[in-house]
């Protein structure tokens, strides 16, 4: 079966420092993978993503991602990280050849950076 | 141009009511898909409609239901509510089409059931 996997229910990190928050996949073949956003009392909103081509992908806001197919995983990073990065953070995964459209998110990992 | 819309944003009913929520895609859109989110579950996947048809659909009882219309606007209603029931529920839209990507989110409705 599909799944995504956050395994940081929150992950604390220094402003000016780096930061990761981890995501693994369970999916065949390969998947569109995503990184979104939810700030609190908002919708969630699209951060970037992995379709296919160079496995490190620049999204909104300085965040980048790496896909790593032998490890099935696209974990969400940032040089530097800043106050207002704090939020909730979501992982999905499409199999595109599945024929079922449907996104599966994994259960979100709450980013706090620290002044 | 605009963004997904959902009304109402609030919502407070009480046990055995029903409620019916909307969703309005961006305009184009023709996939909406609904999620329940709730503290330590996550989005849940409720259903996905392209075309006024039911294309997916998760693990909800039959108390959950949803329809599209013809101009792609969606909603979503829930029979006999429980508490378990009180949740962020987000609609999302996409084109929905085979080689699609990313879907854009709502701001949900918050429904509290008493």
């Known amino acids: 079966a599909q799944s995504v996997a956050q395994p940081e229910d929150q992950v604390n990190v220094a402003e000016g420092n780096p930061l990761t928050v981890k995501c693994t996949y369970s999916v065949s073949g390969n998947p569109y993978l995503f990184w979104y956003v939810q700030y609190p009392n908002r919708g969630l909103q699209f951060l970037l993503k992995?379709?296919?081509?160079?496995?490190l992908v620049k999204g909104s806001y300085g965040f980048e991602a790496e896909f790593n197919k032998s490890q099935t995983s696209f974990h969400l990073k940032k040089p530097s990280a800043l106050v207002s990065d704090s939020a909730l953070y979501f992982c999905a995964v499409r199999d595109p050849f599945s024929g079922t459209y449907k996104y599966i998110f994994g259960t979100g990992t709450r980013l706090k950076v620290l002044a | 141009k605009a963004g997904v819309t959902q009304t109402p944003r609030y919502l407070i009913k009480t046990r055995g009511q029903q409620v019916t929520l909307s969703c309005s895609p961006i305009?184009?859109?023709?996939?909406v898909s609904w999620y329940q989110q709730t503290p330590g579950q996550g989005l849940q996947f409720l259903f996905e409609?392209?075309?006024?048809?039911?294309?997916n659909k998760g693990n909800f009882p039959g108390r959950f239901s949803g329809r599209q219309f013809s101009n792609s606007r969606s909603e979503m209603n829930v029979s006999t509510l429980e508490l378990g029931d009180s949740a962020l529920y987000l609609c999302?839209?996409?084109?929905?089409?085979?080689?699609?990507?990313?879907?854009?989110f709502g701001p949900g409705t918050r429904l509290t059931v008493l």
């Open positions: 409609y392209f075309s006024e048809t039911q294309r």
């Open positions: 305009s184009g859109h023709r996939s």
């Open positions: 992995y379709i296919t081509g160079d496995n």
């Open positions: 999302a839209s996409s084109r929905g089409g085979a080689g699609d990507n990313e879907q854009f």
